[in-house]
């Protein structure tokens, strides 16, 4: 989807190239290559070592979980 200087995209043609992008031909879902130990353990500890919170605006950010 060559464009020439000047030429305009219309709406259809800026979507499939700025939001769609290329086709995937596999599962998109499906992580690249597994988890090492090392990684499974730092997202254990962050889902273990803070919980999400919610500002009134609708932000939400990370807290510290007290420990006991």
Same mark, same amino acid.
């Given at each position: 989807m060559a464009r020439r200087r000047g030429e305009r995209l219309d709406m259809t043609a800026w979507l499939a190239r700025y939001l769609v992008g290329p086709a995937q031909l596999g599962d998109v879902t499906a992580p690249v290559r597994p988890a090492t130990q090392d990684e499974r353990g730092r997202d254990e500890d962050l889902r273990? &070592?803070? !919980? =999400? =919170?919610? !500002?009134? $605006? &609708? =932000? $939400?950010?990370?807290v510290e979980r007290p420990r006991d």
């Open positions: 273990t &070592g803070f !919980e =999400r =919170r919610q !500002e009134p $605006s &609708g =932000r $939400s950010y990370l």
